[in-house]
């Protein structure tokens, strides 16, 4: 009975193993093609929900990446980063701060890094297909190597035909729940030389504030 036993922890834990390695495989995949295209421009939406504050906030933007720079809406900001300086537009308050991007703030995920945020940091485990009108998309479950990371889970959607992430489901550990989904993705875009530049000369009369 307890080689019967021994036998079966080995059989799960090669067939954990098997499925571990699978889906890093997939991650490296996404990954390669996403690197491959001189920039990307995407629309998105996503939700943000908690119980427990009576949070539920719908979100939507477009987003424009190339390389470590990019240009991203989110929450009624504008989010530029040129690879040395990040700019946050708010054009409600007609303010912009400017500051270094951090580590730590790498670490957050939302649409400024929603198509390279699972390269570093995860441990990845195959989980469920689903089919969406008629695509496959395949969830990679990441759970976060530090114990003491914001997050929970991420479920990672990805469109097994095209390599394409689909969807991020971030679960935080203070019960946050937020959900990104990619509603078209376009790929080696013309771009304007400004998309990634801030002249504030635009912002005549505006409070900018650097943080560094």
Same mark, same amino acid.
């Given at each position: ?12 834990a #090669?067939i $954990? ?15 390669t ?12 939406? &996503?939700?943000?929900?908690? $119980?427990?504050?009576?949070l ?18 989110f929450? &009624? ?21 400017? #500051? ?9 995920? $939302? *649409? ?13 485990? !195959? ?16 759970? *976060?190597?530090k ?11 990805i469109d ?20 990104f ?8 875009? *013309? ?8 002249? *504030?000369?635009?912002?005549d009369? !505006? ?6």
């Amino acid at each position: 009975m307890k080689k019967i036993f021994i036998l079966l922890l080995l059989s799960v834990a #090669s067939i $954990s193993n098997a499925q571990s390695s699978k889906a890093e495989q997939l991650l490296k995949e996404v990954a390669t093609k996403f690197k491959s295209y001189e920039n990307v421009v995407f629309t998105y939406k &996503g939700n943000l929900q908690n $119980s427990r504050s009576q949070l539920n906030m719908d979100v939507q933007g477009e987003a424009t990446l190339s390389g470590e720079n990019y240009n991203v809406e989110f929450l &009624g900001s504008t989010y530029v980063f040129n690879g040395d300086k990040l700019y946050v537009i708010n054009r409600e308050d007609e303010q912009v701060t400017i #500051s270094n991007q951090t580590d730590k703030e790498d670490g957050l995920i $939302s *649409p400024t890094n929603i198509l390279t945020f699972y390269e570093k940091g995860y441990r990845a485990e !195959w989980d469920i297909e689903q089919n969406v009108r008629g695509r496959k998309i395949q969830y990679i479950k990441l759970t *976060p190597i530090k114990s003491d990371s914001e997050y929970k889970q991420v479920l990672l959607g990805i469109d097994i035909n095209t390599k394409h992430i689909y969807n991020a489901i971030v679960t935080e550990v203070s019960g946050t729940k937020a959900t990104f989904t990619l509603l078209s993705l376009k790929t080696n875009q *013309p771009l304007s030389k400004k998309c990634f530049y801030f002249d *504030p000369k635009d912002y005549d009369g !505006w409070d900018i504030e650097n943080l560094d």
